[in-house]
């Protein structure tokens, strides 16, 4: 379970990148009840949604070239100088050297072997989002991958993660802890890209979930304002049920109605 107690390694941020801000705001306000607040004029257009006044991610406007409309998920360190080392050494690419983002932190910004986005914040003043695990915030991340083996392998390497393997039938889902973490700090999960799942376009990634009070209900939500339903709603036994979205912009993300205890 996602925490604000971040444990080195742990998610602490996620922000989108997107053509238009403003239809954003507008559509994941319509979902989760998000507010956007503007960084400032110096913030080149990015800002942070809240959530009964705490923030819950972020957006601005696509600054790559190339790029494509995302959410980007960020994880804790201690040191982003080091994770960056470490990132090259166990096989990833610097998509974004370390920098300072004033007195709030410093980032960098990486793909694992595989091709999949993620990035690193090492707190300063902003020590990372306010509210998890809460209906309309950040409450899960799963990385896809066509070979879970070396990904838990590289992200090991780089985070000091473990993991636990649990059949799910045709495929085995991979459970990751933060180093030093617990059972009760499970923090994400490792899917294999099947060959079919390949070929239909699946792409190595990582997906958000943001927990929802009512999966079908935001999924319709999400599909009556433009958005895609990818998969689902569908149940997973004891967990809960999902759904895999996209934005009318066309980035991915996934909702999650827990199972009730």
């Known amino acids: 379970m996602l925490s ?8 602490n941020w996620v922000d989108l990148g997107t053509p238009d801000t403003g239809a954003a705001a507008a559509f994941y306000g319509a979902l989760f009840g998000w507010q956007f607040q503007s960084a400032g004029p110096d913030a080149g257009g990015y800002g942070m949604f809240t959530r009964d006044g705490k ?9 790559e070239p190339g790029a494509v409309p995302s959410w ?8 982003a100088d080091a994770a960056t080392a470490a990132v090259r050494k166990a096989g990833g690419t610097v998509r974004m050297e370390p920098m300072d983002i004033g007195p709030e932190g410093r980032m960098a910004q990486f793909s694992d072997p595989a091709g999949a ?3 690193v914040w090492q707190p300063g003043r902003t020590t990372g989002l306010q509210s998890v695990s809460d209906p309309g915030t950040l409450c899960w991340t799963e990385l896809h991958t066509p070979d879970a083996a070396a990904a838990k392998g590289f992200y090991q390497s780089v985070f000091g993660w473990g993991s636990e393997d649990t059949s799910m039938g045709e495929f085995t889902y991979s459970v990751l802890t933060p180093a030093g973490g617990d059972d009760s700090s499970g923090q994400g999960g490792v899917m294999p890209i099947s060959p079919e799942m390949a070929a239909a376009g699946a792409q ?14 935001v999924a319709a939500e999400a599909a009556g304002r433009g958005g895609t339903v990818i998969a689902g709603p569908q149940d997973i036994p004891t967990v809960g049920r ?3 979205l996209a934005d009318p912009a066309g980035a991915p993300f996934a909702i999650i109605t827990g199972a009730a205890s």
């Open 4 to 11: 604000t107690n971040f444990l080195p390694g742990a998610p």
């Open 55 to 63: 923030t819950v991610a972020a957006a601005g406007p696509l600054s």
């Open 72 to 79: 980007t998920l960020y994880f804790y360190a201690p040191d």
């Open 117 to 119: 986005q993620f990035a």
């Open 204 to 217: 190595p990634q990582w997906w958000p979930y943001f927990a929802a009070a009512d999966c079908d209900a």
């Open 242 to 244: 999902f759904a895999m």
